[in-house]
């Protein structure tokens, strides 16, 4: 039936309107080390191109250090006519009449769809913005608003000259929206999320990312004497958005690493935008595979119209891409990325009962898509352990099913906090737990992100096996960590439960943990967690 049905979707298609736009036999596709690339364009462009983001990526691991801990695969759309082009906007950037380039991520991969143009300086700014935020991202890094956007802004200039990296060109479009506006203090900036810019109106968000961008470039590339290792110390703690820190924290911080107040450093910023000489530098390129390596090979007209499928659904949830990537799902299930799609909208849409289907789907077909692993594991942790409950129990066939996909996120992303985060859960409501993936957890605790609520899930694993002490040792050990509110009032009701005492409201104070800190030192020093040991009988 479902071949049937889409052969008729397919036969109307032909005989009346392909409903497809840019639909022909003229596609290339092209996949270097990073990118796949449908293009319509020259061989030499299409390669340029791909050679572009390459060193981008590149220069980034380079300069931030930052390591693919959680891949997310990116496909390029390049078009040969505006008309084509116009097509695939959508809603999103309907308004936007002189679009020429967009990147939109979705839980499954991500998409950069190009415009035709006799310059792409600003379509490649735009995608070069926005591959940033992709490659933080990938690296399973979640910096903090201002640091995130200003380095966006700083890499997104990036210009390659005579074989040279230059780095740091300014911005004058920002340059000159700063020297007409009264700039943000700077705990302003570095307090600023994307919620709070949506919700506080007086926000402007150009200020913001200019700001940010003028901050960064100063500390950098600026003829100051600010040194660049008090400039690494303090993005190391007020550069990230987890685990949050109170504003006092940060501005102690602040003064600590650079030996002046927040005052001081705008003073110095306002007379960096006023009349600062903007310099940049000239960095070796990264050394990467050539251009001439790139594979490329024919796209014939059913595999660009599935593409092209996608690409209409992810930006404008048509509903003919809708039917025609279901369809397809019953006509090839070896092709598990309309399966891939259509689950990554629902998961979007709110809808994650249709996600884990489809994506269920795809797993079983052989999907190795990375990312919808990885997320339906996510997807499962929400729907068992979004709400702490002491008495839960694992039915034994959901811990089967929950451990075989943590495998395989594991296998496909080994450097993933969150699989083992997960697995530790998994392992605390479990009716038999699992020595070894209690003790892979333990070996990869330090590296974790959420710490404090893995701690949480090991006492609880003590708790249900009979080892109080143990388990009240390792809630202690918390006072040591960043934490949050549910991973205290979680490890409350623990103990509350161990110490038969009713339960009690915990929150997190922002005094209070300053002073932890400060006291501790744990602002100027990474959290070593020695190993909890495991009994063979657990």
């Known amino acids: 039936m479902g071949i049937i049905s889409l052969l008729i979707l397919v036969t109307s298609a032909s005989a009346e309107k392909e409903p497809f736009p840019g639909v022909d036999a003229k596609w290339k596709l092209y996949r ?42 990116l496909t390029i759309f390049s078009f040969r006519s505006s008309r084509e082009f116009k097509a695939y906007k959508g809603e999103k950037f309907k308004k936007s009449r002189n679009l020429r380039g967009y990147y939109l991520a979705s839980p499954d991969r991500a998409v950069i769809a190009l415009s035709p143009s006799e310059s792409r300086s600003e379509a490649r700014h735009i995608i070069h913005h926005e591959y940033i935020h992709h490659l933080f991202a990938e690296a399973d890094y979640d910096p903090a608003f201002w640091y995130s956007e200003g380095m966006a802004e700083l890499l997104a200039g990036t210009q390659i000259e005579d074989g040279k990296l230059e780095v740091g060109h300014p911005h004058t479009r920002r340059i000159a929206a700063l020297r007409r506006e009264n700039l943000l203090s700077l705990e302003t900036l570095f307090s600023t999320t994307g919620n709070t810019l949506t919700a506080n109106t007086e926000l402007h968000t150009g200020l913001v990312y200019a700001q ?30 987890y685990p949050p820190v109170s504003r006092l924290v940060v501005s102690r911080h602040f003064e600590d690493c650079f030996g002046k107040t927040y005052v001081d450093m705008l003073q110095e910023l306002e007379r960096y ?9 000239t960095f070796p390129l990264p050394e990467i595979p050539g251009k001439e390596t790139y594979e490329m090979s024919p796209v014939s007209k059913d595999e660009i119209r599935i593409r092209l499928a996608e690409l209409s659904y992810r930006i404008d949830r048509s509903d003919t891409g809708r039917k025609y990537l279901a369809h397809s799902t019953q006509w090839n299930s070896a092709d598990t990325r309309p399966a891939e799609v259509l689950g990554a909208v629902a998961v979007m849409d709110g809808d994650t009962e249709t996600a884990i289907q489809y994506w269920e789907e795809a797993v079983a077909s052989g999907s190795t898509n990375q990312a919808v692993i990885r997320e339906l594991a996510n997807i499962y942790r929400d729907k068992w352990f979004s709400e702490f409950d002491y008495y839960l129990s694992l039915p034994e066939e959901t811990t089967t099913q929950f451990r075989d996909l943590l495998y395989k996120a594991i296998d496909a992303n080994p450097d993933y906090s969150a699989s083992f985060e997960t697995l530790a859960w998994v392992e605390a ?7 070894l993936n209690l003790n892979l957890v333990q070996s990869k605790f330090n590296n974790l992100r959420k710490r404090a609520r893995t701690l949480v ?16 040792n390792i809630l202690r050990a918390m006072r040591q960590l960043d934490t949050d509110q ?53």
């Open 32 to 73: 270097s080390p990073n990118f796949e690339l449908y293009s319509h364009e020259s061989d030499k462009e299409s390669r340029a191109l791909l050679w572009d983001l390459e060193i981008l990526r590149a220069d980034f691991s380079r300069r931030t250090g930052l390591i693919k801990r959680a891949k997310l695969d």
């Open 212 to 241: 940010s961008w003028a901050l960064l470039h100063y500390w950098i590339f600026g003829n100051s004497e600010i040194d660049r290792e008090d400039v690494m110390r303090f993005v190391d703690i007020a550069g990230k958005s």
């Open 273 to 281: 935008v006023d009349r600062g000489k903007y310099t940049y530098f």
């Open 429 to 435: 409501f479990a009716s038999r737990p699992s020595n």
């Open 457 to 472: 899930a090991l006492s609880m694993v003590r708790a249900r096996t009979g080892k109080r002490e143990e388990a009240l």
């Open 486 to 538: 549910w991973a205290l009032q979680a490890a409350e009701v623990i103990s509350a439960t161990l110490e038969d005492r009713p339960v009690q409201t915990v929150s997190t104070d922002d005094r209070a943990q300053e002073a932890h800190k400060v006291a501790t030192g744990l602002i100027k020093r990474p959290v070593q967690i020695p190993s909890v040991p495991l009994p063979e009988d657990l």
